[in-house]
Every structure is written in C-alpha cells, then in structure tokens.
C-alpha cells in the first residue's frame, strides 16, 4: 500500500507490489472533454468505491481478506477463483433512484461496479475458500497448505 497519494487521479497503487494488477496509464484523463472535468469530484467519488479497500495479511494458517464494503449485502458481492490461484472480489452498487421532484444538495455516496482481484502464492488452498460478510466488511479467508519441508537422507560414508 503506498502511503503517499498519487497526484494521478487519486488512484493509490503500489507500482513494487508483485501481486497488485493495477496497471497506471499515464494518459488517463488527458484526453478528457472540458465538460467532463466539471464531474471530475463525482468521478473520484465513484472511482473511490470502484476501488474498493482491500487488507490482505498472511498468518501462519491463512491468507485473509478483508473489503470494506458498507451498504452491500452479500447478494451484491460476488468471491471467486480463478486459474487456481486467483481470487476475484466483484459487486455493484445501484445508483439512487432519483425522483423528478427531488432537489439534491450534495451526492457524495459512490455507485457503480468493483472488481479486485490477487494471485495468490502457491501454497493457498483453493479448494477451501471461506467468506462472510457483516456490518459492511467482507472477510475472505483461504486455508495455506502446511510447508513441505526437505526429506534429508543421510548417506553412510564408507572406507576404502
């Protein structure tokens, strides 16, 4: 996690983080119409959820996840796995619907779909992916495989 903020749209990726696919594209926004530039505040609202927060920490049993994901239920979240070492995390947030009547004030709750996802090392087990979801966090917990450690054999020497 980098902790000094991208001067780039406010996308916060650490370009030395071998696991992180965020790729920077150094010509986003640059071609923006001048009309977009009026919403830029609500895109990085938007782009603020569709980049979801992600903690991951490995203990000695697991790899685990936790999103920050507030107003979701878990029918709106989506785990998956994929090639075998890959989780996905992915949702959406429905936009509010807006009354013809309706004056707004100030819109600052983001809306729209996320997609994070982590190659995970080989020692995770797929096969035994665990998630829940409370109070807006979505924890993910997959299992590691015990450490294969080296079969040593000793060898008699003999004399000649």
Partial sequence: MSLIPSIFG?????????????????????????????????????AAFTNARVDWKETSEAHVFKAD????????VKVEVEDKNVLQISGERSKENEEKNDKWHRVERASGKFMR???????????????????????????????KKPQVKSIDISAN
């Fill in 10 to 46: 406010g996308r916060r990726s650490n370009v030395f983080d071998p696991f992180s696919q965020d790729v920077w594209d150094p010509f986003e926004g640059f071609f923006t119409p001048s009309s977009a530039l009026a919403n830029a505040s609500t895109a990085r609202d938007v």
């Fill in 69 to 76: 994901l507030p107003g979701l239920k878990k029918e709106e």
């Fill in 117 to 147: 996802r982590f190659r995970l090392p080989e020692n995770a087990k797929m096969e035994e992916v665990k998630a829940t979801m409370e109070n807006g966090v979505l924890t993910v917990v997959i299992p590691k495989a015990p450490e």
